[in-house]
């Protein structure tokens, strides 16, 4: 609780909200809600030993907890509508919602059905038709971007990112906040729209390092290594921020045939230095299948790497977790490291190999400081955060004997 404090001290966010704060966790993200809401109550609870009043001067802001309660029913044949349960007019929104959350069913014809990203998208939809356009203001936290993998158009194919932008736009989405998006540059669709990325980047690290005590950041001990072109930009930043050297895969793919939606890698090619006795730390953005992983992994350990460390914002896991386990025993792979920003299945969680990075405080406070009118700016920056993080990990090193010097 103390760097809660003193973050909230320096950044001096002791201003009135813009109206009374409502959170609207949709069906998958009641865990990730229910987490957020105990850090808004203590945001609130801290406002007002310091400011009396602050978060409590508007109607609606004594409620005892942030959440508000909706459902989305269906009928027998699966059709479904939107309820709120109580009056949000005036409020400020924000609308929790996960379109991964493939445990979530629902029943058609008399069977069970998984939920799709398409039926967490059009329940979104539905609740934001239900307030009816009494909100002050509405805000999506989208935490995986629906459809965010079908971001650009190469040839007669459908745009369906872009179409989903512009479908919140038209029914009054002020702010739309998503994580790690596939290609931020969608937000293009919606130029007069609010629209965030967001990286986990201090989250995931900072997870890393709570995990493993005996990691050595520098560049005789570690290297960053980037899977592909398309994760060029986030593994440059984890190589400046901790000022380690990287090297790089590219895949070459048979673009002759397609399967399960896209060209099967043929081979993974390395550039750069030597990963000789290194551990390796690797980021991306989706871990689906997660083949694509093993097999580096395998040729990182053909050059005689170390450790290897994946880190991925959203694991998916689309083929079970068979073949990591598996790699785990081989001594394939050391950890994966992701968040919870969307659903996990029971096994992963237990998994010996997996850590997750809990993104509650992280997005209470992006919360908090929207209510406020404020800017993100420093929240969406982590560079600094990392120094501090891994200025501490050193010490902590240091004084316990483990790290060299």
């Known amino acids: 609780m103390t760097d809660f404090v003193s973050t909230w001290n320096n950044e001096s966010f002791l201003t009135n909200p813009i109206g009374p704060l409502g959170l609207i966790a949709m069906r998958g993200t009641e865990e990730l809600g229910e987490k957020i809401n105990k850090w808004l109550l203590k945001w609130r609870d ?22 508000i309660k909706v459902s989305c029913p269906r009928f027998g044949n699966g059709e479904g509508k939107g309820m709120i349960k109580e009056s949000v007019r005036g409020y400020d929104i924000y609308i929790l919602c996960d379109v991964g959350a493939y445990n979530c069913t629902y029943n058609m014809y008399g069977q069970e059905v998984p939920m799709s990203p398409d039926d967490h998208f059009m329940d979104l939809k539905r609740i934001i038709a239900a307030l009816g356009g009494k909100a002050k203001r509405v805000t999506v936290i989208m935490t995986m971007l629906y459809e965010g993998r079908q971001h650009r158009r ?14 919140l736009e038209r029914m009054g989405v002020n702010n739309i906040i998503t994580f790690d998006a596939h290609d931020p540059r969608v937000q293009n669709a919606i130029p007069y729209g609010g629209f965030e990325s967001v990286m986990p980047s201090y989250q995931i690290f900072k997870a890393l390092l709570r995990n493993d005590p005996s990691l050595q950041i520098d560049k005789d001990h570690m290297m960053i290594v980037s899977p592909d072109e398309g994760a060029l930009d986030r593994n440059i930043f984890y190589a400046s921020v901790l000022g380690l050297d990287m090297g ?17 890698i043929v081979a993974h090619e390395y550039m750069g230095d030597s990963v000789e006795g290194k551990d390796v730390f690797v980021a991306d953005d989706i871990l689906s299948s997660g083949e694509s992983i093993i097999d580096l992994a395998r040729e990182l350990k053909k050059r005689k790497a170390n450790r290897i460390f994946a880190a991925a914002t959203f694991a998916l896991f689309t083929n079970g977790l068979d073949i990591y ?19 996990r299945t029971p096994e992963l969680k237990a998994a010996p190999w997996f850590v997750e990075a809990d993104m509650s405080k992280y997005i209470s406070y992006m919360i908090a400081t929207l209510n406020h009118d404020r800017s993100l700016s420093k929240l969406l920056n982590p560079y600094d955060r990392i120094h501090g993080l891994l200025d501490r990990y050193n010490k902590q090193q240091t004084e316990s004997g483990i790290r060299l010097v």
């Open 46 to 67: 801290h406002t007002e030993e310091t400011l009396p009043g602050d978060m409590r001067t508007t109607p609606g802001a004594e409620r005892e907890d942030f959440l």
């Open 154 to 167: 190469s040839t007669r194919e459908s745009l369906d990112c872009a179409m989903m932008l512009q479908d």
């Open 248 to 264: 790089m895969f590219y895949k070459r793919r048979d673009y002759t045939r397609i399967i399960n939606g896209r060209n099967p």
């Open 325 to 343: 386990n598996k790699a785990y025993e081989d001594g394939i792979i050391d950890r994966v490291i992701s968040t919870n920003l969307t659903y």
